[in-house]
Each structure stands twice: as structure tokens, then as C-alpha cells.
């Protein structure tokens, strides 16, 4: 990582020259020597950066809740966000280095001393950016956080991330044609977000028919939803290994065989290690029109002596076992744990988990659900023999069959090193391919809806 260089602190003569003001152009972010610390001033925990192209969080763990202020410039693109009650240690020093070369949008991190119990941030930014700051209570092993999440002033198009990366495929003309027809849903945005222009299509002598799903001119989208990420690592094994890790890398060996197929295109609702909000999941699989949502998982129980792979659907009349309860309760925390401003929320992602699935959605899901299962029991023992069901908030896409696939139980130390192995995770993702393809060889209706 680059070592940055620290702000420049005014000398104590000049302390009391120095104020708050509004900077513009290329004004210089003055800071204060560091005074002695106060007798309760809150300590910051850990620090840490989540850089991603959809968007960078930064993250403060602290003792104490505490109260922060931001406000940003342009000329060069600046964020500066001043923190109360804090003053200024080795910790918060520590997160000058941790940003990465290849972050989107930070390009570096000045700290300093802004007034006795103030320290002041000063980010330095590669483009114009959309913040949201928030805090966040205890929970789980994470103490009072702090987040600052900096996300692009136009809202990217989980759509033409799709065109894009299928830009050299013999489909891509036709995912083109579906970003250009498709109605204008909103994308997941955020206060201070502008949504993406949206394209029109362009002039034909006469409107071309709709094509169907599944044909050769319109290819299967298979929406692939890794579990957790960023702040939330999910489960953790004995011996370490994240859940977030492991379904992230049989997430993407699953999408290179689907797109390795004739007429079949994967869509990852994350393709590196952040955070996803559970409505935001849905909503993108619902924006590239995806005909099938699987989200990806480890199991975890209290006892390392459980194992064998699961498969969910979502159920609107109460959950089929209480295990099923608890592991659906368990997964719609990973809001609160990974972090959620409540606050910005788009509305339409909140109507989506309000909304009841339809009882033909439900009956697709345990079908594709039961295909997908059948192929995995051939690889791994099965911890049950039928698809269940609860009321998992990441399965609520009222037009889309869904499913979670909770590969194998991380806390079970065998299963653990079989999840570790590249090996194991390709025989993974091959079963579910094979089911996902018997799925809809064996119901083509489902693959042909306009």
C-alpha cells in the first residue's frame, strides 16, 4: 500500500488565528496541533476500507457512539468529515495506509487534530461523489461504527454492468436491446444519487417482437447472489475461513460455467468483497430481469457435529422447522450487521420485502429448489432430503423463482476444509449448474416468458 503523508498542523502560535470556514478551490485544509486527550474521549477500536466499484466504505469502530459532521468540495473533489469527541491516536493514524491503490474513488486520507476533542478527515477524491454517513449500534461482535459509504453521483445500471461484461459475446446485441426496452426502474440509489440516463431504443422501420426467454436470440439470465461481504463476514469456520470468502469463489465458478453455456448468461449481485443490502440484492436481479435468483451460503450451527447441504424457499405461512426459523431469522440480520442506512433507503426496495411472493413463484422456487438439491446430494450429504422453507427477506422477488443454497456447514470442521478446496467448490457449482439446466429443461415454459 502507498504511505501517505499526514496533514500539515499550524503551529500553536497560530492556533488561535485558525476557524472553521468555507473552502472552495484550493483553499488548504488547516488543522490544530493535537492537545492533550480529554478524560473521556472515546477510542477508536479498528478502522477499515471497503473499496468496490459500486461504491468505498469506510468504516470507524469505536467505544463510544459519537457524532460526525461532513461536508464536500470540488476543485479538486474533496470529502472532510469531523468527528466529536475523538482525539487523534495511532488508530485513526493507521487508516492513511489502508487506502488501496485501486480504489475507486479515494485517492488518499489526511488526518489531523481540527480542535481539542475534533479530528478532522480530509478525503481525497478521484470523482464526484454521493456520501452517506451513518452510525451504527453494537451488534454481534462490532462495537459503535461509524460509516462513511461514497458512492458515484449517477447511480450505476445493474443492466449495463450486465451489457458490459458480455460486450464481446455473441448475445451482447440482445442484452443491449433489453437495457434499451426495459421500463425505467429505478437502480439502487441513495440521497444525492442521480439515476442513469435512460436509453432509447433506436429507430426501426417497424417495432420488432418481444423475444422470448430462453430462445436463441434471448438467453436464460441466472442472477447469482454471493452471501455477506464486507462488513459482514457471514459464518466463520474453526479454522478461520469466512463465508463470505467461499460463496464469493463458488459464485464465480458457477457464473463462468453458465456463461459458458449457449444461451445462458450469469449476473453476480456482488463480484468482489463488499456490502449488498438485502432489498438492494433483490432489486437488481428483478432490474436485469433475471428468470432464476440464487444466493449462495455456508450453514452454521451451534454444534460442530451438524452437516450435509440445505436448500430454501420462501415460505408466507411460517417456516417448516425451527432450524429453518432460526437460519431465516440469522440470514435477515446481516442488514444490521453489515450495515444498513435506514435513512436512505429507496422506497421501492423497501416495498419489495413487503410484498407477498405469488404461491406460483413459491411452487417454482421448491422445483428448481428440489432439481438443485437432487444434483447436490450426489457430491455432499444432504443435512435435509426436501427443500424448506421460511421467510427469508433475500428470497422476496415476487416474479422470480428463488432459492438459497447453503452449500455445506462452515462450522463443521470437515465440511470447512472440503468448502476451502477449489476442488470441492467446482463439484459445487457443477451440480448446480446441472440443476439449474434440468430446471428448465424440464419446465421450458418458465424459460419463455416474454
Request: hydrophobic share 40%; charged share 20%; proline share 8%.
Amino acid at each position: 500500500m502507498d504511505k501517505q503523508t499526514q496533514p500539515q498542523q499550524a503551529t500553536l502560535g497560530k492556533s488561535a488565528q485558525v476557524r472553521r470556514r468555507v473552502l472552495t478551490g484550493a483553499t488548504t485544509l488547516l488543522l490544530v496541533p493535537v492537545i492533550p486527550k480529554l478524560a473521556h474521549a472515546s477510542t477508536i477500536v479498528a478502522v477499515r476500507t471497503w473499496p468496490a466499484n459500486e461504491y468505498t466504505r469506510v468504516t470507524l469502530e469505536m467505544d463510544s457512539e459519537l457524532k460526525a459532521e461532513h461536508f464536500t468540495l470540488e476543485n479538486p473533489h474533496r470529502m472532510v468529515v469531523d468527528i466529536e469527541g475523538l482525539t487523534l491516536d495511532r488508530a485513526m493514524q493507521e487508516l492513511v495506509s489502508k487506502v488501496r491503490p485501486n480504489d475507486p474513488y479515494i485517492n488518499s486520507i489526511r488526518v489531523g487534530q481540527n480542535k481539542p476533542d475534533v479530528v478532522r478527515l480530509v478525503i481525497d477524491l478521484k470523482q464526484s461523489i454521493a456520501p452517506q454517513v451513518f452510525t451504527l449500534k453494537p451488534i454481534g461482535e462490532y462495537k459503535y461504527r461509524l460509516v462513511l459509504d461514497l458512492y458515484p453521483r449517477v447511480a450505476q445500471d445493474p443492466l449495463l454492468a450486465l451489457q458490459l461484461q458480455n460486450e464481446d459475446d455473441p448475445l451482447a446485441a440482445v442484452l443491449e436491446n433489453l437495457a434499451q426496452n426495459s421500463p425505467d426502474v429505478p437502480v439502487p440509489s441513495v440521497k444525492g444519487q442521480s439515476l442513469p440516463p435512460v436509453a432509447k431504443p433506436s429507430p426501426a422501420p417497424a417495432p420488432a417482437p418481444s423475444l422470448p426467454r430462453g430462445t436463441a436470440n434471448r438467453p436464460i439470465l441466472i442472477a447469482l447472489d454471493p452471501g455477506h461481504g464486507g462488513e459482514d463476514p457471514g459464518a466463520i469456520g474453526p479454522a478461520g475461513t469466512r463465508e463470505k470468502d467461499v460463496v464469493l469463489n463458488i459464485a464465480r465458478r458457477l457464473k463462468r460455467l453458465i456463461d459458458a453455456q449457449p444461451n445462458m448468461r450469469a449476473y453476480m449481485t456482488r463480484d468482489a468483497d463488499f456490502f449488498v443490502p438485502l432489498g438492494v440484492r433483490v432489486q437488481k436481479a428483478r432490474r436485469v430481469k433475471a428468470d432464476l435468483f440464487v444466493s449462495i451460503h455456508a450453514d452454521a450451527w451451534i454444534k460442530p457435529s451438524a452437516r450435509g447441504s440445505s436448500i430454501y424457499a420462501l415460505s408466507q405461512n411460517g417456516a417448516t422447522s425451527s432450524a429453518a426459523r432460526w437460519l431465516a431469522q440469522k440470514e435477515n440480520d446481516a442488514d444490521l450487521i453489515g450495515g444498513v442506512n435506514l435513512g436512505s433507503q429507496n422506497r421501492q426496495v423497501a416495498q419489495i420485502l413487503l410484498d407477498l411472493s405469488t404461491a406460483a413463484q413459491i411452487t417454482d422456487s421448491v422445483n428448481v429448489g428440489t432439481r438443485i438439491l437432487s444434483e447436490v446430494g450426489k457430491i455432499n450429504r444432504l443435512h435435509k432430503r426436501q427443500v424448506e422453507r421460511a421467510g427469508f427477506a433475500v428470497l422476496r422477488a415476487p416474479d422470480i423463482p428463488s432459492v438459497l443454497v447453503e452449500t455445506a456447514f462452515i462450522s463443521n470442521p470437515q465440511e470447512e476444509q472440503l468448502l476451502r478446496s477449489p476442488a470441492h467448490q467446482d463439484k459445487i457449482a457443477q451440480a448446480m449448474l446441472t440443476g439449474i439446466r434440468g430446471y428448465f429443461a424440464e419446465n421450458p415454459a418458465l424459460a419463455n416468458r416474454a
